[in-house]
Every structure is written in C-alpha cells, then in structure tokens.
C-alpha cells in the first residue's frame, strides 16, 4: 500500500467506517465480504457463502434476485482489496471463521451427492425430453465447478 492510501484510510472516520462495513456485507451471511464474487446481475456475495448456497439449493440463480447465472462468476479483486485495508481485523477473523465452519471433503461429497439425486428427482417427475434435462444437468455441473 502507497502513501496516499495510507493517507485517504487514516482520513476516515469511525462512523465513515461503519457505514461502508454495513455496504460491504454479504446478503447470505451478513457478515463483511469475505473473498467477494460478483455475478453477472451485480449482486456480491463471499465465495465460500455462495459455492455452499450453489450446492445445497443446486441453483444457478442469484440468492438476492433470483436471475439466473448465465455467466461465470467473477471474482472481485478490487472490492477485495478495499476490505483488507479498511478492515484487516475483521478479514482475520472472518478467514479462521470460514476455515473452522468449511465442510470437510466428505460433507462437500455428501452435498453433491445429494444434488445429483435431486437433478434426477427432477428428470423423471418432469417426463421432459432428454435434451433439455441433459442440458440442465450439465449447466449445473459447469457452474458448480466454476465456483471451485
């Protein structure tokens, strides 16, 4: 970090502060912005928050608006930097707080599991021909792995 941005972060004020760390919360955990990815309806969320909202709910929506993903999610590196100047404290503690509450790789493997068998739930309650199935099951498998 430059002078001149020491200089603008030492400027601003504690009630200033207050007001950005409550602009900078993430709408799934409410908590500061932890690793931000923006989606392509600019709503921002923390990376961890949404790859487990991505495999509980197996949608590829956005959790505020509901618009669907068409594209990949873009990691916002910008607002990332912004938070880990403003609030170096609260970064620290939000990265142990995600390291402890990660699941372990056989509860992400318990997920995807579990969202494979509601994709074929779907597939046979809906009697639809199998080109439109498989193209919804192979979008979830591509946005699912980009968040990863």
Same mark, same amino acid.
């Given at each position: ?13 504690? &009630? ?7 602009? !900078?919360?993430?709408? !799934?955990?409410?908590?500061i ?13 923390? *990376? ?8 509980k709910?197996? *949608?590829? #929506?956005? %959790? ?8 990949q %999610?873009i ?5 990332w930097d912004?938070? =880990?100047? /403003?609030?170096? #404290? ?11 509450s990660?699941?372990k ?13 509601? =994709? ?7 009697k ?5 199935t498989?193209?919804?099951?192979? #979008?979830? &498998?591509?946005?699912?792995?980009? /968040?990863?």
């Amino acid at each position: 970090m430059n002078s001149s941005e020491n200089n603008i972060i030492n400027t601003i004020s504690n &009630q200033q502060k207050g007001k950005i760390y409550n602009i !900078l919360k993430c709408h !799934l955990c409410s908590k500061i912005l932890y690793q931000p990815i923006t989606l392509h309806c600019q709503e921002t969320f923390c *990376k961890p928050c949404l790859k487990i909202y991505t495999m509980k709910t197996s *949608k590829q #929506d956005c %959790p505020k608006c509901h618009k669907p993903a068409f594209y990949q %999610p873009i990691n916002n590196f910008k607002l990332w930097d912004l938070i =880990n100047k /403003l609030f170096p #404290d609260v970064v620290k503690a939000r990265e142990e707080e995600i390291k402890k509450s990660t699941p372990k790789l056989s509860q992400i493997e318990e997920i995807k599991e579990e969202i494979i068998k509601n =994709n074929w739930r779907e597939i046979i309650n809906k009697k639809t021909n199998n080109n439109t199935t498989s193209t919804h099951l192979l #979008d979830n &498998q591509i946005f699912i792995e980009q /968040l990863f």
